[in-house]
């Protein structure tokens, strides 16, 4: 299973939105004219959309579970995420890109408009409620939640981050219980510090994963106070890692 990550700058979201591609003009996967659920209705409205879904549908006729799961259980996961969705494209194209990682084959372009919506909705969601105040961890994909900064270290928790050198990585803590982990110096934690206002937005849950391993999921998030912002996993290595 592969699974990217990635740190944009706020400006990044507003330029591509309003970008263009040919591959958008493909897709989707099933008849719009049969499209009942909410999720499938936004889908067919949109061409970006349509496009994903043709890709997510092309992409699992290849898809081998790295780790012995059932094929189809891991593909009605990943429906189940994406239809919960409703009609909010910032979290069916999250659980789209999802799929596209689970089945080994997300364009650059996708992930690139991932991050353009989840950005854009991270701040709507800040601008709406004037003063925040801490909520639970997301849970569901294309949720959004408030949490301030608890700690800012190293990839292994050893020195602060502000003073440690980059290729000692970057790890955060937060106080909804989230966690957030590089092998990198992370530029949008490197520019955070402890006690920032944060809002955080659930974008990947892995499906094909070994029994009760939980890790990897991604969250993408924005400082308020430090206007950066990062998409990183939870923990040092994804579900079936060393």
């Known amino acids: 299973m ?3 990550t ?31 659920l909410p999720a499938e209705r936004a889908i067919c409205s949109d061409p ?8 997510v549908t092309k992409a699992y006729a290849s898809f081998e579970p790295a780790f012995g799961g059932d094929k189809r259980t891991i593909a009605r996961a990943l429906v189940a ?32 408009y ?7 909705k991270a701040l709507d969601f800040a601008v709406a409620t004037p003063k925040p105040t801490d909520q639970p961890l ?9 949490t301030h900064i608890k700690t800012l270290t ?23 219980g989230g966690t957030a982990v590089s092998y990198d110096r992370e530029p949008g934690l490197a520019s955070s510090k402890v006690g920032d206002t944060i809002v955080m937005c659930l974008i990947s849950i892995p499906r094909d994963c070994p029994k009760d391993d939980l890790r990897g999921r991604v969250y993408y998030a924005v400082d308020l106070a430090a206007k ?12 079936g890692g060393a």
């Open 48 to 55: 970006k959309m349509s496009a994903i879904d043709a890709l």
């Open 81 to 112: 995420d994406r239809n919960a969705c409703g009609t909010d494209p910032a979290c069916i194209v999250s659980a789209q890109n999802n799929a596209l990682q689970t089945y080994g084959s997300a364009p650059s372009w996708v992930e690139e």
């Open 228 to 239: 950066g912002s990062w998409a990183l996993p939870d923990s040092q290595h994804l579900c």
């Open 154 to 176: 190293t990839r292994l928790g050893d020195d602060p981050l502000e003073t440690a050198s980059p290729e000692a990585g970057s790890a955060a803590t937060f106080t909804n």
């Open 138 to 146: 997301p849970a569901s994909i294309g949720k959004c939640g408030f």
């Open 2 to 4: 592969r699974l990217h």
């Open 114 to 120: 991932n991050i353009a919506l989840i950005g854009k």
């Open 6 to 36: 990635c740190a944009v700058a706020l400006f990044v979201g507003a330029s591509f939105l309003g970008a263009s591609s040919p591959a958008w003009a493909e897709g989707p996967s099933f008849d719009c004219r049969k499209a009942r």
